[in-house]
């Protein structure tokens, strides 16, 4: 059981990134999934989560509505879309799912990505 985050890089003020999550092991549609990021220094916080039950997405705070998480089941693999990123979104980024945790609290969740760096600067 394994999940593979990929796709952070250096980006501009203003641009756009899409994180992909690649599951392994286990069918990632049947799970809730959680994004979360570490900047330097702080602790990890949660930005969004797709709640499989409710078939919704719930952001952290309304600034986050500018990331989206989506799914490609046939390849098994949750995506985030980062729009109008901001120096301040810098930070590891990581993935997580569990079959019944959900919400922004790390410990909600039983599996984890290795996480990925977004850097956002100009």
């Known amino acids: 059981v394994q999940l593979q985050a990929s796709g952070g890089g250096l980006v501009q003020p203003g641009g756009s990134l899409r994180l992909s999550c690649a599951a392994s092991?286990?069918?990632?549609?049947?799970?809730?999934i959680g994004w979360f990021r570490q900047a330097p220094g702080k602790e990890r916080e949660g930005v969004v989560y797709?709640?499989?039950?409710?078939?919704?997405?719930y952001y952290a705070d309304s600034e986050k509505e500018r990331f989206t998480i989506s799914r490609d089941n046939a390849k098994n693999t949750a995506y985030l879309q980062m729009n109008s990123l901001k120096p301040e979104d810098t930070a590891v980024y990581y993935c997580?799912?569990?079959?019944?945790?959900?919400?922004?609290?790390?410990?909600?969740?039983?599996?984890w990505g290795q996480g990925t760096l977004v850097t956002v600067s100009s």
């Open positions: 797709f709640r499989r039950s409710r078939g919704r997405t």
């Open positions: 997580a799912a569990d079959q019944n945790g959900f919400g922004l609290v790390p410990a909600s969740y039983r599996y």
């Open positions: 092991g286990f069918t990632l549609d049947d799970y809730n």
